[in-house]
């Protein structure tokens, strides 16, 4: 798809790094329509490697920048949508697998964020029909695609993604941002029910590092 003097245009959430240096290494033009809810660490990151950034609206979340991306694409000449959010990139699918070998090829229980549903869990699933695939949500971060791939969404509040946050970066040493700490957050609450004793819950870490020091964590 892709050709010299193309312009690559991607609506990204708390992500686009990878594409950013990889558009930077083969020197193309980068268009990143993204939230302005992002932290000014990321927005730095993503320049840094020459990426344009196109904001939007924060309340609109991840609808709003592929609304603006395909804008951008029908008003540029040559514009190409690589459509990461669609789930087309096949990296999910090895790293899908290297985590069902990982662990013993035994997994009961998928907790996941909207990002991560897609092909992610239906990968998974195709290895195991009996995984159960838990959707973590909060009022600010809805499920709001593919939930007919998810079994059950539990619904928690932002205070409780952050305060789990704040307690993965004191025990485990881990930085990371509210995405994670919803996964964890209600990974943890389905933990303590009685029919899942016993069982091996994945919990997936989105948006590892730094880059979200400046809002509203404020580790």
Same mark, same amino acid.
């Given at each position: 798809?892709?050709?010299?003097?193309?312009? +690559?245009?991607?609506?990204?959430? !708390?992500?686009?790094?990878?594409?950013?240096?990889?558009?930077?290494? *083969?020197?193309?033009?980068?268009?990143?329509?993204?939230?302005?809810?992002?932290?000014?660490? %990321?927005?730095?990151?993503?320049?840094?490697?020459?990426?344009?950034?196109?904001?939007?609206?924060?309340? !609109?979340?991840?609808?709003?920048?592929?609304?603006?991306?395909?804008?951008?694409?029908?008003?540029?000449?040559?514009?190409?949508?690589?459509?990461?959010?669609?789930? %087309?990139?096949?990296?999910?699918?090895?790293?899908?697998?290297?985590?069902?070998?990982?662990?013993?090829?035994? $997994?009961?229980?998928?907790?996941?964020?909207?990002?991560?549903?897609? %092909?992610?869990?239906?990968?998974? &699933?195709? &290895?195991?029909?009996? $995984? !159960?695939?838990?959707?973590?949500?909060?009022?600010?971060?809805?499920?709001?695609?593919?939930?007919? $791939?998810?079994?059950?969404?539990?619904?928690?509040?932002?205070?409780?993604? +952050?305060?789990?946050? &704040?307690?993965?970066?004191?025990?485990?040493?881990?930085?990371?941002?509210?995405?994670?700490?919803?996964?964890?957050?209600?990974?943890?609450?389905?933990? *303590?029910?009685?029919?899942?004793?016993? *069982?091996?819950? +994945?919990?997936?870490?989105?948006?590892?590092?730094?880059?979200?020091?400046?809002?509203?964590?404020? $580790?």
């Amino acid at each position: 798809l892709i050709n010299k003097g193309n312009v +690559l245009v991607e609506p990204v959430f !708390k992500t686009g790094v990878g594409l950013a240096w990889m558009a930077c290494l *083969k020197g193309y033009k980068l268009i990143l329509a993204i939230p302005d809810t992002v932290s000014k660490q %990321h927005i730095s990151l993503l320049k840094s490697w020459g990426a344009i950034i196109a904001l939007t609206p924060g309340s !609109k979340g991840v609808e709003g920048a592929v609304e603006k991306a395909k804008q951008l694409k029908d008003e540029i000449s040559g514009a190409v949508i690589l459509e990461q959010i669609a789930g %087309h990139i096949v990296s999910k699918m090895s790293n899908a697998w290297d985590i069902w070998e990982y662990n013993d090829k035994i $997994i009961d229980i998928f907790v996941t964020v909207d990002s991560a549903i897609s %092909h992610f869990a239906g990968l998974l &699933k195709t &290895k195991n029909p009996a $995984i !159960k695939i838990i959707g973590a949500e909060t009022p600010e971060y809805p499920i709001t695609e593919n939930r007919d $791939i998810v079994d059950e969404i539990v619904s928690i509040q932002n205070d409780d993604a +952050l305060k789990t946050v &704040k307690e993965l970066a004191v025990l485990e040493g881990l930085t990371v941002g509210i995405l994670s700490g919803m996964t964890v957050a209600v990974a943890t609450i389905i933990s *303590k029910r009685e029919e899942n004793f016993g *069982k091996t819950i +994945l919990s997936i870490l989105p948006d590892p590092d730094g880059c979200y020091i400046s809002t509203i964590l404020n $580790i």
